[in-house]
C-alpha cells in the first residue's frame, strides 16, 4: 500500500519486501494441518476482503492521527501494528449471529462487523448522528452486534461471558468474542471472566493480544514468561497461539475456535502475539520510542501485517493491479467517511440540554437533539 | 517564593517524606520507569530504586491490598490510582480492610496509607473516565479525604496525608496538575482539617474544594464586577473530618451560602453541608442555601455537552444572584 512518511512508523515508510518472512508466513499456518486445510479452502473473495479489513483499519487510524496533528480532535487510541490480530478473527466468526467485544486496539472490528467508518470518526467527534449521540468517543453498534467498548479494564470481560449465556439461554448459536490485552490480563477481572466461561461452559472467545506492551510497562515486566500460550492450561479449557500480525494465521487459529465452540465444547483463549508500533495513544508516541528498545521495533516493523499479506497475495496469483484497484476503493471509502464526519460537525451538533436526557430507560433519542445548522 | 506547578508540588511532597522517613514507599501503575501517567513521580525511581517506587501490573484491587498489608506491619505506603475512575474494583480494599480494620482489632491495627491520584472530569475523557468520587470515600467512617486545589496546600496537605496514622483518600485532578502557585522552599504542612479562606468577603459564602476553588473564584470576580457581590470563598481543603467551624463562621458572617462541587448532586458533598447549616446557621441565613453540582447524568464526550454538564463560574453567579434576590 503507499506509505504514509507524515504518519506511518519509520519502518513502514521504507517497508520492503523479505522472502524469507514472506516464506515464513505461509509456514505458520501452512505447517498445522487444520489451519492450512482452513486457508486452502478461502477462495479469492475473502481473502481479499481480509485485505479490504487491513486497509481500512490502517486508513482509519491513518485519518485519526491527521485529525490530532490538525488539531481536529486532540488525541486518538490506535491499533497500529496489530491489525491482522483483529480483522482475522472478525472475519472467521459469523458475523450476523455473534457479537464482538473490542478495545481501543480493535477498532477495526467495529468496520469489519459493518459499522461505517463515518460512524467511528464521528464517534472521536462526538457529533450527535455518532452511534453514541456524542456522548462517547469509543462507539459500538448493538444492531451490528459491537459491544460499545468499557475502557475501564478487565469489566469488559465478565459482560462478554453474560453475551454468551445469553445467547444458550435464548437458544441461540452466537458466539461472544473478546480481546485481553497482555497488561489486562493481570486484572482480577478478566480472571473472574475466564473462570465463569470454564464453570458456565460457554462459547466465548477470548484473544490474549499480546502487542508487547501496557501503557508504558513492556510484558515481560508484568508477565516474565512474556506470552500466554498456557494460560489456558490454568483453566482446563482449550487454547492456542497464533501470529497476531499474519491475518491468514489469525484468522484460521479463530476459525477452529469459533469450531470448537459451536461443537458446545466451551470457550477457547487463544494467543496472539504483535506489537504495538506506536504510542499508547497519539500523545506519548515519542515516549514509545524512548522507552522501548529500538531493535523490538525494527525486529516487528519488518513484519508489518499488511506488507506481508499484500506479499502472499502476490505470490497466490493476485496481479498488481488488483491489489491497486482495491486500495483504491478503500482510499476513496475512507476519504468518503471523513468528509461526512467532518460534515457531521457542523450539521450535527449535539444541543447542550441534550446532555440531561437518556440517563433512564425510558430514552428515545430523537432529531430535536441535534442542533442542525441550515 | 518560588512559582511551581501542583504537579510538581505533589513530586516534593513525595521526595521529602521519602527522605525524611525510610518506611515511606508508592506503589502503583506506571509510576516507576514512565514516572506516573500524570508525571508526579518523576526523578522519584531514580532517587529511591525499584523497592521504593514499585511498579504494579495493572491490578487495582490486588495493589490497595498489598499496599494495607504493608501498612499493617509498619510501612507508610503511598498508593497511586492511575485515575480514581480505576480505583473502583479497589474500592472493596479501601472500605473493607483500611477503613474499618483499626476499630474492628479493638484499636491494633492501624492503618497508615495515601491512596492518591487525579479524579473528577478533565477534558473530554468521557463518563467511564470523568468521575468525582469525593462523597463516597467522605461517606465512610475511618476514612479521611482530603482534596487540594493549589500547588501550596497539595504539597501541605500531602505531607500530613503521609504522617498521619489513619487511611487518607487523597483526591488530585488531570486539570489540576499544571496550575501553578506559590510554593515555599523549605519545610511545612498543612492540616488535614483546616479549612481555608481563599477570598474575604460580606455578601455569600462559596463553598467549595478541589477543581471547584477555580469555578468559585471565577463567579467572585464576576460578581464583584458585575453586581458589586463581595463573595467569600471558604476552600475545605479537606473534605473530611470537615471544618465545619470555618463553614459557619463565614455563614454567620455573611447570612447567604452556595455550595459548589464536582460530583452528581444527589448525596453530595453539598448534601452533607447544608445539613451542618441548617443545624448551626439557622437563624443566620437570609436565604436558602444553593448548591452548584455536576448535572445528574454521566459527564458526556462532546465539548458542549461536557461542558453543559460541569459546574460552571455561570451558574455560580446565578445562584448567587437568585439568593441575593437579584433576578
Ligand atoms: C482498571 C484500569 N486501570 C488502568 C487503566 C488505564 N489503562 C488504559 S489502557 C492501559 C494499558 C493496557 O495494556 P494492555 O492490556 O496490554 O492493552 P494495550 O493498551 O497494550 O492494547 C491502562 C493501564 C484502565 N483503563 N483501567
Ligand atoms: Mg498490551
Redesign the interface.
Known sequence: MKRFPAYDPPEYVDWQPDAELSAEFVDTWYRDPERRSIVEQLNREPKLDLYRGLLRTRLHDITLKRWVRHGIISKAWLGTGEEAATVGPVHALNRRLDIVAPMIRNAGACCEMGMPVADMLRGYLGTYDSPSRGRDGHVGDLDRRVLQPISNIGIMPPVTVGIALGFRLRGEDGIALTWVGDGSMKHGGTHEALGLAVAQHLSVIFIIQNNQIALGTPVTVHHPPGTFESVHQAYGVAGWSFDGNNVLDAYAATKLAVRHCLSEAGPVVLAGETFRMGGHATHDEQEARELIPPELFTHWGARDPIGLYEEYLKGDGVGPHVLERIESEIVQEVEDAEREALSSREASRPAPESALEGVYASYSPSDEGSERVP | MPTITYRDALNQALKEEMERDANVFLMG??VG??QG?YKVSRGLLDAFGEDRVV?????E??FAGVGIGAAMVGLRPVIEFMTW??A??AIDQIVNSAAKMLYMSGGQIPIPIVFRGPGGAA??L????SQAFDSWYAHVPGLKVVAPATPYDAKGLLKSAIRDENPVVFLEGEMMYNAKGEVPEGEYTVPLGEADVKLEGSDVTLVCHAKTVTVAQRAAQQLAEECGIAAEIVDLRTIRPLDTDAIIRSVAKTNRCVVVEEGWPFCGIGAQIVDYIQLYAFDHLDAPVLRVTQ????I??????????KPSPERVVEAVKQITYLD
Open positions: 501503575e506506571e520507569v514512565y501517567a511498579d504494579t501490573p495493572i491490578t484491587l490486588g475512575n480505576f473502583l474494583l477534558l473530554q468521557a463518563a467511564q473516565h448535572a445528574d447524568v454521566p458526556p464526550y462532546n465539548k458542549r455537552l461536557e461542558k453543559a454538564a
